[in-house]
């Protein structure tokens, strides 16, 4: 098999480098020897793709290389193509990939960095640190008093490896944990699970709440303003999935109002948000530039492994546990 490899040009903090190749081989001996090669640039693309059959890359590279009626044309030997995102709304909608070309995220690499981003959270805002944050930059001596996790409630939309994560964290500290997905089926860490439909009866009830989905035309604006009126007074919220998947003025309104506590996000619309933009000042909120989720001592090899299992699975005749249905986005 011919695997390319494009590094984004200039990428000095996540690039896969030969070294982490040849140490995920050496992890996975099942997989042989796969002709592989690494471009960062222009010409080295252009030299790979056309006898590639599968190709790892980042999702700006992707949007950026296949616009619609490229392929096959430009690739005519590829069928896989691995992001090493979780999330690839930014590539919807998906006219752009042909039915014979299997379309991999990184599902399962973000997991144990957001788990502990997800508990930190919840932490600080069970402390009160994203107010004290706000007192502190006006110099002010405020007490408020924070409680244990143990016996709040949590509500975490989203079941996948990070909101599955958060799950097993928050039960482990004592939450009682109800899980928000597309089916009611139980979860393991959750103490209640029900359907996104259902959204509304359990949001009362969320003395945290902690959203983990992938943006999909579905969760897009999902909590909206009405939404975040339906959390109790003083709730607690973080952010973990995509700053559209939420009414962020709303959010900032209801923090201004003291109707929310304290809220902790990895995301905004835009990114980055730009200067004076009102989400750098909203009392009782920590900004955080999306980072939660990535650990650069483990990402790759990570990522490497998930595209290994798949390709291994796909051999074998098996689903690939990361194939991204275009109809659900993920």
């Given amino acids: 098999m011919r695997i390319h490899i494009q590094n984004p040009h200039g990428e000095k903090l996540f690039p896969v480098t030969e070294a982490q190749v040849a140490a995920a081989l050496a992890r996975h001996p099942e997989i042989g020897q796969p002709d ?3 471009a960062d640039d222009d010409a080295g693309f252009d030299a790979a793709i056309g006898q590639a059959e599968a190709l790892l890359t980042w999702t700006r590279v992707v949007k950026a290389r296949f616009p619609v009626g490229a392929l096959p044309g430009i ?11 979780a999330g690839l709304d930014g590539l919807a909608p998906f006219g752009w990939l042909p039915p014979e070309v299997t379309l991999l995220n990184n599902r399962g690499a973000h997991a144990a960095k957001a788990g502990e981003f997800a508990l930190m959270s919840l932490l600080m805002l069970a402390s009160h ?7 502190q930059r006006e110099e002010s001596w405020t007490k408020r008093f924070g409680s244990v996790l143990a016996g709040r409630t949590v509500c975490i939309v989203g079941l996948g490896s990070i909101g599955g994560t958060a799950a097993k964290h928050a039960k482990a500290f004592g939450m009682k944990v109800i ?4 089916s009611a089926t139980p979860h393991p860490e959750c103490h209640e699970v029900v359907t996104t439909a259902a959204l509304d009866q359990v949001l009362p ?8 989905c992938p943006l999909t035309p579905e969760t897009r604006g999902l909590v ?9 007074a003083g709730a607690k919220v973080v952010n973990m999935a995509r700053g559209a998947v939420w009414d962020q003025d709303a959010v900032c309104d209801a923090l201004e109002a003291g109707a929310l506590a304290g809220v902790v996000t990895d995301v905004a619309v835009p990114e980055p948000l730009p200067p004076g933009h009102r989400m750098w000042r909203t009392p009782g909120m920590l900004v955080v530039p999306h980072v939660s989720s990535d650990d650069p001592a483990t990402y790759n090899e990570d990522t490497l492994d998930i595209l290994f299992t798949n390709l291994l699975a796909m051999r074998a005749g098996q689903p690939a546990p990361n194939r991204v249905d275009p109809a659900r986005g993920y």
């Fill in 75 to 85: 690739a005519p030997k590829l069928k896989v193509i691995a992001c090493t995102s």
């Fill in 129 to 135: 640190i994203p107010f004290f944050g706000t007192q």
């Fill in 205 to 212: 009830r969320a003395e945290f709440l902690l959203l983990a």
């Fill in 224 to 232: 909206d303003r009405r939404r975040i009126g339906l959390l109790p």
């Fill in 36 to 38: 592989i090669s690494f």
């Fill in 179 to 182: 899980g928000v997905r597309n």
